[in-house]
């Protein structure tokens, strides 16, 4: 079975700085992806950035940007130039590439406030 | 496309009574998930379906709750009785092999008092 692990339950950050994320996740598997979901106070689970394993260059989408370490099993979401929009609940998720496509396990989220 | 579709968004029901919450999938999508959220628990896997067929429901926390989708255009999540410890929001998410990240609605929010 795989575990995800969110170290940091709440964390802030001023707006127009820069912010990371923490994740680990164990696993025994060698092909699987990683994502991060966002659920603003809207409660919509948001896909923000996917990883796939085998890839070695870190996914980038705009202001998001990851650090995945596969041999430290560690997956943190980096944002840049952080937005009042920004605050949100945030999700760090495991699939394996063996299951059943979107079947992920989730960590227990990190809620992240962006100050003006 | 308008996305996985969740109805109610809010329901407020007391203990014992039946509640059927319902939802949409992304058309085209094969996989169907239902997942709850509580502050206690996070965010907990409970059934999913795979061309309408469910695959797991080892989530499901009692016989209290059963799930179907009768076709690929729509499920349900039944809990009879209810109980106050089944206040949570239930998500309902949606996803096809070749996109692999799973879609999600908005959520039900379910009170029960």
């Known amino acids: 079975a795989q575990t995800v692990t969110q170290s940091q339950p709440e964390m802030s950050v001023q707006e127009a700085e820069t912010v990371t994320l923490s994740c680990t996740y164990d696993?025994?598997?060698?092909?699987?992806?990683l994502f991060w979901y966002k659920q603003p106070p809207s409660r919509q689970m948001i896909l923000v950035i996917r990883?796939?394993?085998?890839?070695?260059q870190n996914a980038t989408e705009n202001r998001f940007s990851v650090n995945f370490q596969k041999a430290a099993k560690s997956f943190s979401l980096k944002i840049s130039d952080s937005q009042l929009g920004d605050t949100a609940m945030y999700f760090c998720?495991?699939?394996?590439?063996?299951?059943?496509?979107?079947?992920?396990?989730f960590g227990d989220g990190t809620t992240l406030t962006v100050k003006p | 496309d308008a996305g996985v579709i969740q109805s109610p968004r809010h329901e407020v029901t007391e203990m014992g009574q039946e509640v059927t919450l319902r939802c949409k999938p992304i058309?085209?999508?094969?996989?169907l998930f239902w997942y709850r959220q509580t502050m206690m628990r996070g965010l907990e896997l409970l059934i999913y379906f795979n061309n309408n067929v469910p695959i797991d429901d080892s989530g499901m926390p009692e016989d209290r709750f059963s799930a179907k989708m009768p076709n690929a255009s729509f499920s349900t999540l039944k809990i009879q009785p209810s109980e106050p410890r089944d206040s949570a929001v239930y998500f309902c998410?949606?996803?096809?092999?070749?996109?692999?990240?799973?879609?999600f609605g908005q959520g039900t929010r379910l009170t029960v008092v």
């Open positions: 058309s085209g999508h094969n996989s």
């Open positions: 998410a949606s996803s096809l092999r070749t996109v692999i990240e799973a879609f």
């Open positions: 696993t025994s598997e060698n092909n699987y992806y």
């Open positions: 998720a495991f699939m394996a590439s063996s299951t059943n496509a979107g079947k992920s396990t």
């Open positions: 990883q796939e394993a085998y890839k070695q």
